[in-house]
């Protein structure tokens, strides 16, 4: 069994900055790619950033420059630093990693909610 605790949303104001953690624990043999998404009111789950295990990294769009993804592989630790924060990054925040146990399966966060607003 494996589990991804998260921590670090909160309520800022625009402009502001957020740092979200997601630590992963359990009977893990390797971690692959992690990443964050988010989802919105009414809006599908996105994507928002992903590293692999070697450090690459991808954006979406709408946050490149703004955000940062980071990833401690001894800690078996995501991060997504959060800077320049506008009201339409309010959303749920989940944290995604893909991990080997006896095989490789796909994990979820609960989600941390980020609430943007003046």
């Known amino acids: 069994q494996v589990q991804l605790g998260e921590s670090g949303g909160g309520l800022v104001q625009p402009g502001g900055s957020l740092r979200l953690s997601c630590t992963a624990s359990?009977?893990?043999?390797?971690?692959?790619?992690m990443g964050w998404y988010r989802q919105a009111p009414a809006k599908e789950r996105e994507l928002v950033a992903t590293?692999?295990?070697?450090?690459?990294?991808n954006y979406a769009d709408s946050v490149k420059g703004r955000f940062t993804i980071s990833r401690d592989n001894a800690k078996n630790t995501v991060s997504l630093q959060m800077d320049s924060l506008k009201p339409e990054d309010t959303a749920v925040y989940y944290c995604?990693?893909?991990?080997?146990?006896?095989?490789?399966?796909?994990?979820w966060g609960q989600g941390t909610q980020v609430t943007v607003s003046s």
């Open positions: 995604n990693a893909n991990v080997l146990t006896h095989r490789w399966y796909e994990y």
């Open positions: 359990g009977n893990i043999f390797s971690i692959g790619t």
């Open positions: 590293i692999t295990s070697g450090g690459s990294t």
